[in-house]
């Protein structure tokens, strides 16, 4: 089947970027996605990038695609403490009902 | 706007009882339906999705079920609970034009003992 991962686990200092990387097999993905995921609560959509896109820039948050590679990566600019979360990746194809996640990457950020 | 509910936010159950998960969503019709569930290991397994009421796609064989008696009501069951069932469960929903992107409840840490 399908699959999308991810590295397991990414820290870094307050202040910095920080880049959390994905990369998924099915060439006919349409959609990508990001979640954030704050312990003990649901996972929140952080932003998404169409597939016949290369970039997406969102306040903090740049999303680069890399559809040869079958890569993606989100960077945070900035990092914040608030930000320590288990990030999410994942992907569908136009007209399926379901999405395909990665296991999560868990950003720590320390002070 | 949307919202979605989960209840209860936590539940304790010992070996061998029932259970009933309930999801309701708001601020939408029609929209598709998910049951997640998370383990300690922190991944994602999808259980169940319905694309509509009485309509329910089973991805993993196990000792649970769903059922969708509303448009946006799912709910998820079980008959007897095994120590394998604790975790963190997960509702979310979608719409069925656009991105698929999927919204998700604030969740049920569910503690079988």
């Known amino acids: 089947g399908e699959d999308v991962e991810q590295s397991l686990f990414l820290s870094v200092r307050e202040g910095d970027s920080s880049v959390i990387n994905c990369t998924y097999t099915?060439?006919?993905?349409?959609?990508l996605y990001w979640y954030k995921q704050e312990p003990g609560a649901g996972l929140q959509l952080l932003t998404y990038?169409?597939?016949?896109?290369d970039m997406k820039q969102d306040q903090r948050l740049t999303v680069l695609l890399n559809k040869k590679d079958k890569h993606l990566s989100l960077r945070i600019a900035d990092t914040q403490t608030g930000d320590s979360a288990i990030y999410f990746c994942?992907?569908?194809?136009?007209?399926?009902?379901?999405?395909?996640f990665g296991k999560g990457t868990m950003l720590l950020v320390s002070p | 706007s949307q919202t979605i509910h989960q209840w209860p936010a936590t539940l304790v159950q010992p070996v061998g009882s029932p259970l009933s998960l309930e999801c309701t969503v708001e601020g939408t019709s029609n929209p598709n339906l998910y049951w997640y569930r998370q383990a300690a290991g922190r991944g994602l397994q999808l259980l169940f999705y319905?694309?509509?009421?009485?309509?329910i796609s089973s991805e993993v064989p196990q000792n649970l079920s769903a059922s969708r008696p509303q448009d946006r009501q799912f709910i998820l069951s079980s008959k007897k609970l095994l120590l394998s069932d604790s975790g963190f469960y997960l509702c979310?929903?979608?719409?069925?034009?656009?991105?698929?992107?999927?919204?998700f409840g604030p969740g049920t840490r569910l503690t079988v003992l």
């Open positions: 990038i169409f597939s016949n896109m």
């Open positions: 319905s694309v509509g009421i009485g309509q």
């Open positions: 099915d060439s006919s993905s349409t959609y």
């Open positions: 994942a992907e569908t194809v136009s007209g399926y009902s379901t999405l395909t």
């Open positions: 979310a929903w979608s719409p069925k034009r656009g991105r698929n992107e999927q919204f």
